[in-house]
């Protein structure tokens, strides 16, 4: 193949026949760009997964996470919108390298976001349960162990004003861990507004004790491990794989009277009240019982 004697020094042009070929410009803002919307799409993507478990305002406690799911959707679009300004790379090496590259970041954030969707959509849905217990009906009495070896008689403890009871499926449920972490958290908040907090669940006091230990609570986690409890009021999951029950999350403020003033269930198990929303509803029922008039006792 004859080099063209006129071609300049540095411009490569080589001819053949009539035609010349001159190398494509390198063009480094286009791949500087290119290599950010691919980082950044993939990036995000990792983000939503390792992050979803700990960022509240990205929808862990929504019935349906939409910022999470957002975050996700954009994380596609700028995959996508890398592999476009790939394909716009003069240099056929260039293109095919991060062209490649970029397609291999979509089909992982893609596949993994549906995955992640559906997870969330279909994955954690509680069996169909029903609670045997209203509002207005008294909690049944119980005497369960805790994660100390101690026996915690209820529903209502002494001095209480009132008590909020977390039914939680199991120290194997990152969502119910979440949830004690974060009532943990404001536990001195409940404890100022005269409300106590315990939480139940059938796992056996060995596995209670090992989650205090690595949630560092001290709200009582009381085991039910017979269901003597969850079963009577329908909050019992049961499996036919020989795994143990676990318990279906619901979430329960009773007076000082033991009677239930306050419900919140869901059909999603990692769908829970904030904190906030559970002081509220049990500050609102300290609330009404202190405005109460007292009942008549009939005179002699």
Same mark, same amino acid.
């Given at each position: 193949?004859?080099?063209?004697?006129?071609?300049?020094?540095?411009?490569?042009?080589?001819?053949?026949?009539?035609?010349?070929?001159?190398?494509?410009?390198?063009?480094?803002?286009?791949?500087?760009?290119?290599?950010?919307?691919? /980082? /950044?799409?993939?990036?995000?993507?990792?983000?939503?997964?390792?992050? +979803?478990?700990?960022?509240?305002?990205?929808?862990?406690?929504?019935?349906?996470?939409?910022?999470?799911?957002?975050?996700?959707?954009?994380?596609?679009?700028? *995959?996508?919108?890398?592999?476009?300004?790939? =394909?716009?790379?003069?240099?056929?090496?260039?293109?095919? @390298?991060?062209?490649?590259?970029?397609?291999?970041?979509?089909?992982?954030?893609?596949? /993994?976001?549906? #995955?992640?969707? *559906?997870?969330?959509?279909?994955?954690?849905?509680?069996?169909?349960?029903?609670?045997?217990?209203?509002?207005? !009906?008294? +909690?049944?009495?119980?005497?369960?162990?805790? !994660?100390?070896?101690?026996?915690? #008689?209820?529903?209502?403890?002494? @001095?209480?004003?009132?008590?909020?009871?977390?039914?939680? #499926?199991?120290?194997?449920?990152?969502?119910?861990?979440?949830?004690? &972490?974060? $009532?943990? !958290?404001?536990?001195?908040?409940?404890?100022?507004?005269?409300?106590?907090?315990?939480?139940?669940?059938?796992?056996?006091?060995? #596995?209670?004790?090992?989650? &205090?230990?690595? =949630?560092?609570?001290?709200?009582?986690? =009381?085991?039910?491990?017979?269901?003597?409890?969850?079963?009577?009021? /329908?909050?019992? !999951?049961?499996?036919?794989?020989?795994?143990?029950?676990?318990?279906?999350? &619901? +979430? =329960?403020?009773?007076?000082?009277?033991?009677?239930?003033?306050?419900? +919140?269930?869901?059909?999603?198990?990692?769908?829970?009240?904030?904190?906030?929303? $559970?002081?509220?509803?049990?500050?609102?029922?300290? &609330?009404?019982? *202190?405005?109460?008039?007292?009942?008549?006792?009939?005179?002699?």
């Amino acid at each position: 193949m004859p080099i063209s004697d006129d071609a300049p020094e540095g411009d490569m042009a080589v001819v053949e026949g009539d035609e010349a070929w001159v190398a494509p410009p390198f063009q480094p803002l286009r791949v500087i760009v290119t290599l950010a919307l691919i /980082g /950044g799409g993939f990036g995000l993507y990792e983000y939503v997964l390792i992050s +979803f478990w700990s960022v509240p305002w990205m929808g862990i406690h929504e019935r349906i996470p939409w910022p999470a799911f957002a975050l996700l959707a954009l994380a596609l679009v700028l *995959s996508i919108a890398g592999l476009r300004a790939a =394909l716009g790379i003069y240099s056929p090496h260039a293109k095919l @390298g991060l062209g490649l590259l970029a397609f291999l970041f979509c089909i992982v954030v893609g596949a /993994g976001g549906g #995955r992640f969707v *559906s997870y969330a959509m279909r994955v954690t849905v509680n069996p169909p349960f029903t609670l045997k217990l209203g509002v207005g !009906q008294h +909690f049944p009495t119980f005497a369960l162990v805790d !994660q100390n070896g101690a026996t915690r #008689r209820g529903p209502v403890a002494s @001095g209480a004003a009132a008590t909020l009871i977390v039914v939680y #499926r199991g120290d194997f449920d990152p969502f119910a861990r979440y949830e004690l &972490a974060e $009532l943990t !958290q404001h536990a001195d908040e409940f404890r100022r507004a005269g409300v106590d907090v315990v939480a139940i669940s059938a796992d056996p006091v060995e #596995r209670s004790k090992m989650l &205090a230990g690595y =949630l560092d609570t001290k709200i009582p986690l =009381l085991s039910d491990e017979h269901e003597a409890i969850l079963g009577p009021i /329908g909050l019992v !999951q049961r499996h036919r794989n020989g795994e143990p029950d676990n318990a279906i999350p &619901a +979430f =329960l403020i009773v007076d000082r009277d033991g009677v239930v003033r306050w419900i +919140f269930t869901s059909p999603y198990y990692r769908e829970s009240p904030q904190p906030e929303t $559970l002081l509220d509803a049990a500050k609102s029922v300290i &609330a009404a019982e *202190s405005a109460t008039p007292p009942a008549r006792q009939s005179s002699p």
